[in-house]
């Protein structure tokens, strides 16, 4: 009798907890037509994806500027690392196809962005932060920092994101 009444007690715990989770609670992601346009870049296979002020503020979207490219200096002796000028943006910047490509967004314009493949040669930093570029957007471009994944998704039309 008393494991029947903390089966049920349990059974309502979990029933209260689950309507806490309803379809009306705002979605932290882009899920409307109204939200983003995607376009063709002609020439390949990437969308350029525009987003609303309000979609950008959601997804929390952040930007940095690329640098110039500075020269690499190695030790002595045999290295791995990269050979010429290089890049550094914060590794929260670069994001990962299924093919193993590397790529960052860019913001040719407000709200409007564009992936761009890079060539991340080494990640480095006290917490691995920052992706030393071989190949990377010219200097001065801004690219976005946090939120790629997100653009990602949206150019790949996840979460109901319409053409």
């Known amino acids: 009798m008393r494991t029947s009444r903390w089966i049920v007690a349990g059974g309502i715990v979990v029933a209260l907890g689950l309507t806490g989770c309803s379809a009306a609670e705002p979605s932290t992601g882009v899920d409307t037509a109204a939200d983003s346009k995607l376009q063709d870049v002609p020439g390949t296979d990437l969308k350029q994806v525009t987003l609303t002020e309000h979609a950008a503020t959601r997804l929390g979207l952040?930007?940095?500027?690329?640098?110039?490219?500075v020269p690499v200096v190695t030790a002595p002796g045999p290295s791995a690392g990269p050979s010429g000028p290089?890049?550094?943006?914060?590794y929260s910047a670069v994001i990962y196809t299924p093919?193993?490509?590397a790529w960052v967004y860019t913001v040719p314009q407000p709200f409007t962005y564009v992936r761009s493949t890079v060539v991340v040669t080494v990640v480095q930093g006290a917490k691995g932060d920052q992706a030393v570029l071989a190949q990377a957007p010219p200097a001065g471009t801004a690219i976005?920092?946090?939120g790629a994944v997100?653009?990602?998704?949206?150019?790949l039309g996840i979460g109901n994101v319409e053409e």
């Not at 997100?150 to 150019?155: D, K, R, V």
């Open 62 to 69: 952040q930007t940095v500027t690329v640098g110039g490219a």
């Open 86 to 90: 290089v890049t550094v943006v914060p």
């Open 99 to 101: 093919d193993g490509s």
């Open 144 to 146: 976005v920092s946090v």
């Open 150 to 155: 997100e653009l990602y998704g949206a150019e």
